[in-house]
Structures are given as C-alpha cells and as structure tokens.
C-alpha cells in the first residue's frame, strides 16, 4: 500500500503508517516535542507489572532504566562475555553442525537455542542450556511473551478462560518467572547482594561477585543511577531478565536464519563470504575472536543486508503524535504513527534492485542508506541489545563458515521460506534444513 500510494497510509480511524526519510526523524528522534510510545500497546509487555525498558512509556523511568542498563550493554560491557558467547557458539556447532556432515539438519530450533542460552546466561548467571537438552520447554515458554503477557495484562479475566492457547501459555510465563525468579535469588545470595523484600526498595551491594562477572545480572545489580544514587529491584531485575529473553532470541535467530539461507543459496555471496573468513581465521583450532571478526568487511555487509531484507521486526514501533509536523504535514496529538523499515528498507530509489540479496551494495553506503534501513529502530527508544545481536551473530557465522560449508536443502525455497510474523517475522515453517560439508579449505 505504501508502494502504491505513497506515505503516509491511513491503516486505521487514527492511525497513519509512514515509509520516508523524514519521518524516522520526526517520530522517533531526538526532540523535546517526541512521539511517545502508545500505552495501550506497550504497558502490557510487563509479566510482573514493573515498569520495564520495552514497555514503560513515561520518559524519565525509561532515561532511569537506560542509563543504568547502558553499560551492560555497551561494548565494552559485553567484552567480558565474549568467552561465554563462544564457548555457546562452539556447543551449538558440535551439536548441530559436526556430526551431521551429509546429512539434512534443522537449524533453526538450534539457533534459537543457542541465543536462548547465550541471552539466559548474561541475564540470570545460569543458561537455560537448551543445547545440552536442558529446559527445552523454553523457547515456547518465551513465544508467550508477545501474545499472553499483553493480552491477560488489558483483559484480566482472559487468565480465567479455559482456552488451551492461554492456560498453555500462563503455564509456560509462570515457568520463566519461576526460572527467573530462583536465579536471580541464588544469584544476590551468592553475591552478597541483600535485595529487599518490597518491589519498591534498592538492592544494596556488599562485596563484589567475581563469578558471575560479564553478566547482564551483575552490571545490573551493580548499576547506580548517577543522578538519582538509586538501584533496581529484586522485581525489577526478574522482570529485565525475562524481557531480554524475549527480546534477544528470536530476533537473532530469525536473522541468521535468513543470513544462512540466502548465503546459502548463493554460491558467489557465499564463497566470498567463507574466503574471508577463513583467510582471517586459517586455523581450526582458533575461534574467531570478536576484536578480529567485526572488522571483516563482506561479513559486515551480510549481516547489514541480511537485517534490510530479512529484519525480524517490520515495523518501528507505534508513536503517540503530541502534535507536530511529521513529513512536511501536520499530525494532531494522539494520532498513532509508525514509520514501516519493511518498506523503507526496499525503497528503489535508495536500494537499486531492492528484492535482491546484495551485501556488496553495503561496501560504499550512501547517507540514505544508512538512514533507511533501520533494523534497530532509530533515536532514544532504539534498540538496546544491538551490539549484543551483532557480536553473537558475527561469532556464530564465522565459526560456523570457518569450519563447514552450509547447503540449504533444495526443498527451501522462497515460498517455504517465507516470514510469518509471531512478534518477530520468522520463516513460516519455523524450520529451516541444510546440509553441512566439511570446509574445502582449497578454495
Ligand atoms: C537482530 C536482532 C535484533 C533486532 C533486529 C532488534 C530490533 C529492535 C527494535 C526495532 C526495537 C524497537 C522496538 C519498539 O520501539 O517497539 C528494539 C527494542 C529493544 N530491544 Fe532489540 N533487537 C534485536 C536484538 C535484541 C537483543 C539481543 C536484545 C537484548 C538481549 C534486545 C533488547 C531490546 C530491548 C530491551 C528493547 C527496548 C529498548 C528501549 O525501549 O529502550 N534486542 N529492538
């Protein structure tokens, strides 16, 4: 619709979808006039009814949050779980990859896994371990969180409906609350951090916790807001611990879920791809370290081309308008407005040819380009865990291209392939079968 007519379209009574350039400043920038998030979407991504870094949409509860929780998030926070990343990385290639060389294998539960246990272990200090046939009910559990948790959060009664969907999925919140609730316990108790019993009380800290040292739990136990003194909650770190969780696996699985296929599928992008990486990492034995492999050009623009046409989330996000000028037109306060990255990512004007997969157009990218493709949102309410997503894919595709070549099966193709959205835009089959081949290193 946005092709054909032109942005903005009117997708509903107050509700106005846009796909140009301005319009990702005018919403979703800077501004002292901004367009907030929409309550009646965002404060039921809550499981305990705190306030958390999705779903809160006053301002200063979110800059509280932000601030404590941007170092954790930085890169130089995450450096110190980048041995915990490979080491998931190395499991999720012996487990799905190295034994079944020949044979058709599916990868995608196993990518969820693998971020599943990576994203579980920076936010609880334990990982769920799915890849070792740990808590395989997890990943079902986490699907609940875009459908249940908002649903039973804006009708209550809807927890009392006998429907399989909603009793499955309460079942499946209450195992993660339960999961969540008892690390985090161990972990101030191991840590020596005494957390109060009321949801509105600090968390004092006495003594450091070396062990679980580079985990999102840690930092955040550890952050104190520079201009308040103040820390989070017990509930207030259950509740961040399940929304990174939710947040940070499906996402990146989807992507290397499409990285895989269309580097798969095409022999030139992806022996391009493999000569890189396998002339920076010649030795088997080494694992690609991040320092080395985020400087790795074509592997830089893959994963940025992968994101433009295969992003997880089609949408940035619905806007509240305060009234202001969004595009060049007045917009009256309280309308709802997006901008759609679905579409701005395939504007032919700004992407030559923009169905087709092509990380080399990534190699010189003009302003617009960059402006355009937003996979993780733009300005104050943008995507915390990018450089958690980027560091654990990088990781994952050059291990992987190091060590094997990656054939989909002749059966996936575009129509088997295609993304449904369950919160995050994932291939309809949610299945995804290749064949691995030991690496021909003579290439
Ligand atoms: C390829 C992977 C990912 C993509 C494409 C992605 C994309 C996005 C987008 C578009 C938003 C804005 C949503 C909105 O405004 O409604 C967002 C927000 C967020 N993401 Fe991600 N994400 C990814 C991975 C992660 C990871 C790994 C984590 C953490 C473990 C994470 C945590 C969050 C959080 C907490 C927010 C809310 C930030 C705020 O409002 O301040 N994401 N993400």
Redesign the pocket.
């Known amino acids: 619709m946005l092709l054909r007519y032109g942005s903005p379209v009117r997708a509903g009574t107050n509700h106005l979808i846009f796909s140009d350039l301005q319009s990702w400043t005018d919403i979703y920038g800077p501004s002292s006039n901004p367009c907030l ?1 929409d309550p009646t979407v965002y404060e039921g991504f809550s499981v305990l009814g705190n306030p958390n ?2 779903s809160t949409t006053d301002r200063v509860i ?1 800059g509280r949050l ?1 601030r404590l929780l941007s170092h954790s998030f930085s890169l130089r926070g995450l450096a110190d779980s980048e041995p915990l990343i490979a080491e998931k990385v190395q499991q999720y290639v012996d487990r799905t990859v190295a034994g079944n060389r020949g044979k058709e294998v599916d990868m995608l539960s196993r990518t969820y896994e693998l971020y599943l246990d990576i ?1 579980s272990w920076l936010s609880f200090g334990r990982s769920f371990d799915c890849l070792k046939g740990q808590n395989l009910t997890a990943r079902r559990d986490i699907s609940h969180y875009f459908s249940v948790v908002p649903l039973v959060a804006f009708v209550p009664i809807a927890r009392y409906v006998p429907l399989r969907g909603i009793q499955e999925g309460l079942a499946g919140l209450n195992r993660l609350i339960e999961f969540a609730s008892v690390n985090v316990d161990a972990f101030l108790e191991k840590s020596n951090y005494r957390s109060s019993s009321s949801s509105s009380g600090n968390i004092v800290d006495k003594t450091d916790s070396s062990s679980q040292e580079g985990t999102l739990l840690n930092n955040l136990a550890k952050a104190v807001d520079p201009d308040t003194g103040s820390k989070l909650t017990r509930e207030d770190l259950i509740e961040h611990s399940i ?2 969780l939710a ?2 696996s499906g ?2 699985s989807a ?1 290397l879920t499409f990285l895989l296929w269309e580097c798969g599928r095409n022999e030139k992008i992806r022996g391009q791809l493999v000569q890189e990486i396998r002339e920076a990492f010649p030795d088997p034995e080494v694992m690609p370290n991040y320092e080395r492999a985020s400087q790795l050009v074509y592997l830089k623009c893959a994963i940025s081309e992968t ?1 433009r046409l295969w ?3 089609n949408a ?2 619905p806007r509240l308008s305060p009234g202001k000028m969004i595009s060049g037109r007045f917009v009256p306060k309280g309308v709802l407005v997006e901008t759609c990255t679905y579409t701005t990512a395939r504007d032919p004007g700004v992407f030559p040819n923009p169905l087709t997969f092509d990380p080399s157009r990534w190699e010189s990218p003009t302003p617009e380009m960059k402006k355009m493709s937003r ?3 733009y300005g104050p ?6 450089h ?2 980027e560091m654990a894919l990088t990781l994952t595709v050059c291990r992987l291209y190091q060590l094997y070549d990656v054939i989909p099966t002749p059966a996936m193709d575009t129509d088997f392939m295609r993304q449904e959205d369950n919160g995050v835009l994932e291939p309809k089959n949610k299945t995804f079968y290749v064949t691995p081949y030991e690496a021909d290193r003579k290439r």
């Not at 309410?381 to 990018?386: A, H, P, S, T, V």
């Open positions: 998030k870094l999705l979110h932000r994203v929304l990174f947040a940070g996402t990146t992507t994101l992003g997880p989330l940035s996000g996979p993780f949102s309410r943008n995507c915390i865990g990018q958690l997503a």
